[in-house]
């Protein structure tokens, strides 16, 4: 069953549309008018036909699961079936079910999704469906078994509730021009990819439990170490990469034992690493996490509750599996005078894949050796977990540091307080976590590059005068600055936009290949140190180089009030 993604969002504002346009994107890459046919590459499981266009070839919608649909909702992702012939692939395959920031239409009940192949689709649509378990690959066309090409493995954002393998702006075309095979893997998002429930815990008692989504980029990984070499990849030169909660992906695949040995570099763009942004909650016990009071086996229960399922035994989770993909996407209607629906997904503490949260981890030095690339952006403020009506009460959340945070956000007294509010929250949920994290992986030796992208495209300059929004290197990186989504076309970019593009996605390339972002023509990164201040900032003025941190008095009050357990977001 597949149902058409909303892509309005009503009265919201230019910069929100924007920021859509930046992290959703609605237009599929089609097929060019002067694609060539090359030759089929050989998978575990069949034939596949792609499609070369201008040096590249690509591979879409090839199944690396069974469709989790019907009993298998809620299980870890299945092998799929064996094809006969050469399935063409020159089609994305449906996004997981999503909501796209608002429920779907009404319709009427009907049976657990299809597991039908998804359909071509226009320019003008996307589909939904919980058979979604795809995968894209852009490849040189002139890759080859044994050509031994670096990997990047995408991890899209979308706060774990939306997003897709197949947005335009971060199509693997740019990359596979350099010489990097570029994998791009739907995962299960919302209630479909983060659920516990009590009789759902006791089935099938060896398997892993809660985090399916975590567990299909564990399967799309696998997938790629099997079959990658068959285009042109080596199968021991694979970087993963992800943004926003795609990077909180990475950070969970970096300190979970079931993902050990399936990558060897990693990328975080605006990912966090701190605790309560988009980390994990307790399986089953109530009242033991103060960022995650409520456990995801009792967030199951109610989300029944509010369904008409009562119990919690067997027959209960026969009838939440025989609920229609939309009822699970939409959920029970809200209670009059309700803004919000209640059942938060997020990932859990399964105990299995995930058994402790990435800062746990990272402050007991658990963390593994592998070359490490973070960093977030100027005005990296998604989520706006910090609220304060006075500058008093904003800084009052710093406990015993207030004054320190004073004299740190607002030395003066002339900053606006919707500006310091701004900045805390950019601190608080990205900046601050990235530098801890970039400590935690130098101290066991591991070469880290830590960032900070602070250039905004010319044309966007007077949206975002407070700098680069939360996904706003994404067309940089992927050098996709061309390239429409929602909305309107971008407008073309200036020639220093294209200047900055370049260089970012040569750092991205470069690391990708050698574990080191250098490279000829290029600014120097160095290393990150912790007993420096240094930043590498790309420049509002579109320079790039390492120099001392402006940010580190902020950092450095955020990160005693973190570490003390007062949270800034409380």
Known sequence: MRVKSRNSVGTAS?????????????????????????????????ELQGVADSGVVSYKGIPFAAPPVGDLRWRPPQPTTRWTGVRQAAEFGADCMQGRFSPPPPRAATTPATTASPSPRSSSERTSSEDCLFVNVWAPVSAAPGKKLPVMFWIF??????????????????????????????????????????????????????????????????????????????????????????GVSVHSLLTSSMARGLFHKAIVESGGSRDSVLTARPMSRDGIDPNYPVSAETNGINFAHSMGIDGTDQAALVKLRALSSEQILAGAPLQQGASVQAYETTPILDGKLVTETAETAYKAGREPRVPLMLGSNSADTAGNRVKATTKEQLFARFGQWSAQAKAAYDPDGSADLATIVARANNDFGQAEPARFAAGAFAANGSPVYLYRFSYVATAMREMFRAGTPHGGEI???????????????????????????????GYWVNFARTGDPNGAGLPTWPRYDPNKDLIFDFHPDGTAGAGPDPWKARLDVTRLATESGKRADQ
């Open 475 to 505: 067309g940089f990186v992927f050098d996709t600055l061309t390239v429409g989504g929602f909305g309107p076309p971008p407008p073309p970019p200036a020639p220093e936009d294209q200047a900055v593009s370049r260089m970012a996605h």
């Open 157 to 246: 954002g979308g706060g774990f509730v939306f997003g897709s393998s197949a947005l335009p702006n971060t199509s693997g075309t740019q990359f596979a021009k350099q010489g990097v095979v570029l994998v791009a893997a739907n995962y299960r998002v919302g209630r479909f990819g983060f659920f516990a429930f009590p009789s759902l815990s006791q089935e099938h008692r060896d398997e892993p439990k809660g985090n399916y989504a975590y567990m299909d980029q564990i399967a799309a990984l696998k997938w790629v170490r099997q079959n990658i070499a068959a285009f042109g990849g080596d199968p021991n030169n694979v970087t993963i990469f992800g943004f926003s909660a795609g």
């Open 14 to 46: 230019r910069a929100i549309k924007f920021l859509l346009y930046l992290l959703v994107g609605v237009t599929p890459i089609g097929v060019s008018t002067s694609a060539q046919q090359p030759p089929a590459v050989r998978v575990d499981r069949g």
